[in-house]
């Protein structure tokens, strides 16, 4: 694994600092297997990888160097247990935005704390926010308070988790 990942594992380039991508190469079934296998455990040995998709550990290195510099893997995380990590309350927020604010609301979104994953979607609202916080009274604070003063944000709509599975590697 690359040092920048490790040392940054969900970090992703910003849009306008990243360099163009590399025409996507297809993916062979080594290939598709090595991808299983980290999103299964992102934290296994380039020697466990090569043993068990039968590949050299200079083959599975260097599959996996491709993989990140194509921008297949782009980095490497942990699987975390909110609860257990002292976030009891997750909700995902609807927002509708004033039309073409998308990248100023991203950027204020994505410093709030406990935002995990933001999407720009189509239909009945323009963007989709998974938060996570200590309790309902911070989620509260965080829609009422830090979500709704964003002056682009128009509307919003928030869905309580009550419960979530982590789904594994799709299988192929």
Do not use: C
């Not at 490790?6 to 992703?12: I, K, L």
């Not at 935005?97 to 189509?122: D, F, Y």
């Amino acid at each position: 694994m690359r040092d920048e990942q490790m040392a940054n594992p969900g970090a992703q380039p910003s849009p306008a600092s990243a360099p163009p991508s590399p025409p996507a190469r297809p993916l062979d079934t080594v290939d598709r297997a090595i991808l299983r296998m980290l999103r299964t455990d992102g934290r296994a040995s380039i020697r466990s990888v090569a043993e068990q998709v039968h590949v050299s550990r200079a083959n599975a290195y260097a599959r996996i160097n491709r993989l990140i510099d194509d921008g297949v893997i782009r980095g490497f995380s942990a699987l975390i247990d909110q609860e257990r990590a002292g976030q009891g309350a997750s909700a995902y927020i609807t927002l509708k935005i004033v039309q073409n604010s998308w990248r100023t609301v991203r950027a204020q979104l994505t410093a709030l704390p406990g935002a995990a994953h933001i999407a720009l979607v189509s239909g009945d609202f323009d963007v989709l926010l998974l938060v996570h916080t200590r309790d309902n009274r911070e989620l509260r604070e965080l829609v009422l308070t830090r979500i709704q003063s964003i002056p682009e944000v128009l509307s919003t709509r928030t869905l309580l988790v009550f419960e979530e599975t982590e789904l594994g590697p799709e299988e192929e």
